[in-house]
């Protein structure tokens, strides 16, 4: 099966710095990359996406990159502020291929990411 | 519009106990999961019901069961608890399995298994 590897599990900065977190997975089937922002106690939310057929894909302050070949993508928040500081979870599926589905996710291990002020 | 709405939010078991993991959703979404985050392994899918009638196994099936009582619901049983099953659960839905559907989480149950 699918196997997601994130890197690095904790990250600090300084607010207005950017930061980079990344990932790598082993199926080349995969095609839909979903980034999840969770906060202490709270549920996972859907900050930023990318599909196979897309190589950057930005939303103001955060932006993902994919590359196929290398088979990681990563994501990159500029100007961080405190209030992005959370676990980060990037993720993989392999969409409608196959008949599966968007939702059936596979999920990297987290990245606690601590903006300091 | 309440999203995706769990329930209990938390619960204690004694090694043995059953129970079962409630999840409804109002956004007349097709597709259900079940999730359990445990630390530093982010994520892993347990079943999942791509639409109303069926379910399949996920990445850690063994030791659930689940039933897609309707649209709206889809639950998680656990027969005779262990403490490996000590983690939060994750109830998710999307809103069709071939589209552009990102998934909605609930809010989360907390579960401890003594």
């Known amino acids: 099966g699918e196997n997601v590897e994130q890197h690095p599990s904790t990250l600090s900065v300084q607010e207005g710095d950017s930061a980079v977190i990344k990932c790598t997975y082993s199926?080349?089937?995969?095609?839909?990359f979903p980034w999840y922002k969770q906060e202490l106690g709270k549920r996972p939310q859907l900050i930023i996406d990318?599909?196979?057929?897309?190589g950057e894909k930005k939303d103001q302050r955060i932006a993902v990159t994919l590359n196929k070949t290398a088979k990681h993508f990563s994501l990159h928040i500029t100007e961080t502020q405190p209030e992005d500081s959370a676990v980060y979870f990037c993720?993989?599926?392999?969409?409608?291929?196959?008949?599966?589905?968007?939702?059936?996710?596979?999920f990297g291990q987290g990245t606690i990411l601590t903006v300091h002020p | 519009n309440a999203g995706v709405t769990q329930t209990p939010k938390f619960q204690v078991l004694k090694t043995g106990q059953s129970m079962t993991l409630q999840c409804a959703q109002d956004?007349?979404?097709?597709?259900m999961y079940w999730y359990r985050q445990d630390p530093g392994m982010g994520l892993r899918l347990i079943y999942y019901?791509?639409?109303?009638?069926?379910?399949d196994k996920g990445e850690v099936p063994n030791g659930y069961n689940v039933s897609r009582l309707n649209k709206r619901e889809f639950s998680l049983r656990l027969e005779s608890a262990a403490p490996s099953q000590t983690s939060v659960y994750f109830c998710?839905?999307?809103?069709?399995?071939?589209?552009?559907?990102?998934?909605?989480f609930g809010n989360g149950t907390r579960l401890t298994v003594t």
């Open positions: 998710a839905s999307s809103r069709d399995r071939d589209l552009d559907s990102p998934l909605h």
């Open positions: 199926d080349s089937a995969s095609n839909y």
């Open positions: 990318i599909r196979s057929n897309v």
């Open positions: 993720a993989a599926s392999k969409g409608n291929a196959g008949g599966t589905s968007y939702g059936k996710l596979t």
């Open positions: 956004m007349n979404h097709n597709s």
């Open positions: 019901s791509a639409s109303e009638g069926t379910t």
